[in-house]
């Protein structure tokens, strides 16, 4: 069974330039959340989303933003790029009604903007 | 709301020896805490949770965590540190949404040094 995937692991982007970041959630896992963990820090809660909408969002500009598709699966766009947008961006995907230690993490996608 | 301070960014401890990672928490309500353990380019790996109920927790490869609530801590301790513990440990709270779904709120985590 494989875990949370998300794809690319790496890129390089330059400012200005927008960037889709992609996660495929573990089997039976409807919910995916995103965090932003940038160099030295913590990860902090971009947004939440369920039945393709988004529920739940952290403090992050609208420049960030998001969809899910019918099979779970969830896309991150950043657009308008900064350099403070590099940054390892992390999905966590968990059943509807999960508590809050059922989340399971992918390894992440790097970002660096130049 | 609710948050977590970890008070070491760095702590370095010799192989064989005690391992102590602080955390102090704030929540307006009786919180879910968790440490979580980064490797590096790896993703992030629950060590324990305390969920209101023995406030001694066991977790995975021997850490343990105490919460006491008199003095808002989750400290992270390990009898005897190995190389492989060498990573980055985060201490986190969760918060959860009206209508469900849950939040996790991290620390600014601890770089663990294992020397031999």
């Known amino acids: 069974d494989a875990g949370v995937t998300q794809s690319p692991t790496h890129l390089i982007k330059t400012r200005g330039q927008q960037v889709t970041l992609r996660c495929s959630p573990k089997s039976g896992h409807d919910t995916v959340s995103w965090y932003q963990q940038a160099l030295g820090q913590g990860p902090q809660f971009i947004f939440q989303y369920y039945e393709e909408e988004e529920r739940q969002r952290g403090n992050f500009p609208d420049r960030f933003s998001g969809h899910q598709f019918p099979n779970y699966s969830s896309e991150l766009n950043v657009n308008a790029l900064l350099l403070g947008d590099s940054a390892l961006y992390l999905c966590?995907?968990?059943?509807?009604?999960?508590?809050?230690?059922?989340?399971?993490f992918g390894e992440g996608s790097r970002l660096t903007v130049l | 709301a609710q948050s977590v301070t970890q008070l070491d960014s760095h702590v370095s401890v010799s192989e064989g020896t005690p391992v102590l990672l602080r955390c102090n928490y704030s929540s307006s309500y009786s919180p879910s805490l968790f440490w979580y353990v980064q490797h590096p380019n790896k993703g992030l790996q629950l060590l324990l949770k305390?969920?209101?109920?023995?406030?001694l927790v066991k977790g995975i490869n021997g850490f343990e965590a105490e919460f006491k609530k008199s003095e808002t801590s989750f400290h992270l301790t390990r009898p005897s540190a190995h190389m492989s513990d060498a990573a980055e440990y985060f201490c986190v709270v969760s918060g959860y949404f009206t209508g469900g779904g849950n939040k996790l709120t991290f620390g600014t985590g601890t770089q663990l040094k294992v020397e031999l």
């Open positions: 966590a995907s968990s059943p509807r009604q999960a508590r809050a230690w059922e989340l399971f």
């Open positions: 305390y969920t209101s109920a023995a406030t």
